[in-house]
């Protein structure tokens, strides 16, 4: 059902799971220490303690990924890239197929923030929902204080003629807390109206 590896222009986004990922090299980066935590000071992910807890985040991606509840892959810089071949972080996208709907979230390590990533694996994670799944809609957001997925999501959704839904309240849980959610949305017709031309590859295994 979802592809094994998207190839975009710069980044390869790669099923994560122990067959396709090494597993030493994620744990490495998840592992908590000052920056890790900085790194996901704005979302619901937490830093890892022991390696069995990476393990555990691959074993839980497998199950989901079988069973069609959610597409996560490993990112990784293609060649040509600064830091080509590193594990940059992680991407899922989340389909809700009652509502022919789908959601989509990205973690990156602070080495590669800042070089429009986000936005080349939201238009992937497009075409792969609305091209391939065939959903009516995709959407995304942030949590507040987040500026910087705040300025990534505003142009990547722009250019392709969605738009801001509005602050949905108590809407994510985290722990002991219920956040509050900024959320954008994509349409397929808006997709179809505004389809850019990005370098994009879907392979299977």
Do not use: C
């Not at 830093?47 to 989901?64: G, M, S």
């Not at 390590?109 to 994670?125: L, T």
């Not at 500026?147 to 994510?172: F, H, M, P, T």
């Amino acid at each position: 059902m979802f592809p094994e590896e998207i190839e975009t222009e710069r980044l390869r986004l790669v099923q994560f799971s122990r067959d396709h990922v090494d597993l030493e090299p994620v744990y490495e980066a998840l592992s908590r220490d000052e920056q890790t935590e900085r790194e996901l000071q704005h979302v619901t992910k937490t830093p890892d303690d022991t390696l069995k807890e990476t393990r555990d985040r691959f074993v839980a991606a497998e199950r989901n990924w079988d069973d069609g509840e959610k597409a996560r892959y490993a990112v990784f810089p293609r060649e040509g890239e600064p830091n080509a071949g590193e594990f940059a972080g992680m991407a899922a996208l989340t389909p809700d197929w009652d509502r022919r709907s789908a959601r989509f979230s990205l973690v990156l390590k602070e080495r590669f923030w800042g070089r429009g990533y986000a936005g080349e694996r939201a238009i992937a994670f497009m075409g792969l929902a609305f091209d391939r799944l065939d959903l009516d809609l995709v959407s995304t957001g942030y949590f507040e204080g987040n500026e910087r997925s705040k300025q990534a999501i505003e142009k990547y959704v722009d250019r392709v003629g969605g738009g801001y839904d509005g602050l949905l309240r108590n809407w994510v849980p985290d722990g002991d807390e219920v956040l509050d959610l900024y959320r954008y949305t994509v349409t397929q017709e808006q997709w179809e109206a505004n389809r850019p031309d990005d370098h994009l590859v879907f392979r299977d295994g």
